[in-house]
Each structure stands twice: as structure tokens, then as C-alpha cells.
């Protein structure tokens, strides 16, 4: 099984700043990875899939790279509905595995 | 719009049994595989089940093989999972997902499902 590890766990920013999160897997995934956005009380969302496409009417702030091992999600100019928890997914290998989860917190 | 409602979460008891269901809508269901998505008490997310679109093939997270069956109506466009024998490390909050491709692409709010004596 993959394992998927996220950092940090907790992620402090001021609104309007940038937020750069990270996800590592245990071995290679190629680009076979989606971000996801989670709120309280809310449905997940798709974010990002194939380590950098954006899901439909996610906005450009939003941005993923990244391949093999290491990926990053990068937010710019951080907005109050993007603070949230944000978790990464690997799809290249059965069975599909996710991070712990990042918070993006009010600073 | 595309919206997924889970029900049937609860209480129950170690080795006990729960049959969550999934209504959805706005979209095609029968031309659309299906998941079960879990999340425990402050940790990540685990993939539990997939479904194909007529139902005929089923995957399952090694946790649950034996316990767990995912199933689906496409009259109703509904998707269910069986859970029996239920664990203490089966709470959690069960979220129904599509997916397009390896990716679920949407989700529903969730059901919480707390097994303890």
C-alpha cells in the first residue's frame, strides 16, 4: 500500500497570503494524484487531478505540481472560504490511498 | 446540479449491522461507477468500496472484504453499503462519492456511523 504524507499538519496564514502545501508518496504515483478540499459539515470537493489540472470552477488561485514523489498545492492570495483542510489522493495503485490532511488556518 | 444524500448512519453495537444508502441525482447514475469513502475520528480519509455502472464489478479496501457489500439500484438511482460485523474501527463518517476515472469527482455531506457498546 502507498502511503501518502502530508505537511505540515497545520498550515497558519494571513488572508491574502500565499499557502504552499506538501504531499509525499511512498514510492513513485507518476502524476496520479487529486487534491481535495474539506469544510465542516460540507461535501469534499475535487480540486486538482493528474497532479495539476484544475477541476471544473476551481478557481486559478488554486494551482498543483509535482510527479513521482513529491507534489504541492499552492494557493495564492488565500481568500476566507479557502480556509479549510486540504488532502491529496493517489490513484496509481491499488488501493487508492490519501493523506492525513493539512488545516489552512486563519493566522 | 449533482447531489449525493447518504442516510442510514446511527449507533450500533460491535458485530452488529447498518445498510447506509446513497440518492443520487443530476446526473446519469447508471453510466457512472460509484465509492464508498470513510473517515475516522481525526484521520484521513480511506477509500472502502467501488462499483461499476451495472454493478457486476465490486473492489473492496481489505478492512472491509468479507464484512462490507456495496451494491446499487440504477431504478432508483440509489447506491448502498451492507455493513455486518461491525468493529470499533468501523466509525466514522461514510461519504458516497462518484467517479470519473480513478478520481471522485463529487461527494456527499455523510453519514456518521458510531459502533460501541
Known amino acids: 500500500e502507498i502511503v501518502m504524507t502530508q505537511s505540515p499538519a497545520t498550515l497558519s496564514v494571513s488572508p491574502g497570503e500565499r499557502a504552499t502545501l506538501s504531499c509525499r508518496a511512498s514510492q513513485s504515483i507518476s502524476s496520479n494524484l487529486a487534491w481535495y478540499q474539506q469544510k465542516p459539515g460540507q461535501a469534499p470537493r475535487l480540486l486538482i487531478y493528474g497532479a495539476s489540472t484544475r477541476a471544473t470552477g476551481i478557481p486559478a488561485r488554486f494551482s498543483g505540481s509535482g510527479s513521482g514523489t513529491e507534489f504541492t498545492l499552492a494557493i495564492s492570495s488565500l481568500q476566507s472560504e479557502d480556509f479549510a483542510v486540504y488532502s491529496c489522493?493517489?490513484?496509481?495503485?491499488?488501493?487508492?490511498?490519501f493523506g492525513q490532511g493539512t488545516k489552512v488556518e486563519i493566522k | 446540479e449533482v447531489q449525493l444524500v447518504e442516510s442510514g448512519g446511527g449507533l450500533v453495537q460491535p458485530g452488529g449491522s447498518l445498510r447506509l444508502s446513497c440518492a443520487a441525482s443530476?446526473?446519469?447514475?447508471?453510466?457512472?461507477?460509484m465509492s464508498w469513502v470513510r473517515q475516522a475520528p481525526e484521520k484521513g480519509l480511506e477509500w472502502v468500496a467501488n462499483i461499476n455502472e451495472d454493478g457486476s464489478e465490486k473492489h473492496y479496501v481489505d478492512s472491509v472484504k468479507g464484512r462490507f457489500t456495496i451494491s446499487r439500484d440504477n431504478a432508483k438511482n440509489s447506491l448502498y453499503l451492507q455493513m455486518d460485523s461491525l468493529r470499533d474501527e468501523d466509525t466514522a463518517v461514510y461519504y458516497c462519492?462518484?467517479?470519473?476515472?480513478?478520481?471522485?469527482?463529487?461527494w456527499g455531506q455523510g453519514t456518521r456511523v458510531t459502533v460501541s457498546s
Open positions: 462519492a462518484s467517479l470519473r476515472g480513478s478520481i471522485f469527482d463529487y
Open positions: 489522493q493517489q490513484y496509481n495503485n491499488w488501493p487508492w490511498t
Open positions: 443530476g446526473f446519469t447514475f447508471s453510466k457512472c461507477r
